[in-house]
Nanobody, 127 residues
Framework: QVQLVESGGGLVQAGGSLRLSCAASGVTFSSYAMGWFRQAPGKERDVVASISVSGAYTYYADSVKGRFTISRDNTKNTIYLQMNSLKPEDTAVYYC??????WGSGYYTRSQTYTHWGQGTQVTVSS
C-alpha cells in the first residue's frame, strides 16, 4: 500500500523559512516522480514544484522561483521543499504527490497525472 506522509508545516512570519518533507512507502522510489502542490481556501490546487525520478530535472511555479527548492533523497524515500522568504500569499495546505515514471524521464506538473497523494500539511505565513 502506497503511503505519502508530509511533515514540516506550521506558522511562520513573513520572510521566514520552513522545510517540508514527504516520506514515501510502498513504492519503488527510484521509479517514482514527485511533486508539491498547494491549495488555498477557495482556490484550485496548483503545482508548486516537481522533480524527476533521478532528481536531475526540476520545475518551479513562477510564484516561487528563487525562493523554494525541491530536492529528493532516494536513499531515504523522501522529498523536500525548502521554502525561504515566505509571503502571506504562500499560505495554503501543501500536498506531496507521486507517480511511477521511467528513470531518465522528466518532471510532471499536472495534478491529474499523479496517482498518489499525501494528506496535506498546513503552512500559514503571517504578515
Amino acid at each position: 500500500q502506497v503511503q505519502l506522509v508530509e511533515s514540516g508545516g506550521g506558522l511562520v512570519q513573513a520572510g521566514g523559512s520552513l522545510r517540508l518533507s514527504c516520506a514515501a512507502s510502498g513504492v519503488t522510489f527510484s521509479s517514482y516522480a514527485m511533486g508539491w502542490f498547494r491549495q488555498a481556501p477557495g482556490k484550485e490546487r496548483d503545482v508548486v514544484a516537481s522533480i524527476s525520478v533521478s532528481g536531475a530535472y526540476t520545475y518551479y511555479a513562477d510564484s516561487v522561483k528563487g525562493r523554494f527548492t525541491i530536492s529528493r533523497d532516494n536513499t531515504k524515500n523522501t522529498i523536500y521543499l525548502q521554502m525561504n522568504s515566505l509571503k502571506p500569499e504562500d499560505t495554503a495546505v501543501y500536498y506531496c504527490a507521486g507517480r511511477t515514471a521511467p528513470w531518465g524521464s522528466g518532471y510532471y506538473t499536472r495534478s491529474q497525472t499523479y496517482t498518489h497523494w499525501g494528506q496535506g500539511t498546513q503552512v500559514t505565513v503571517s504578515s
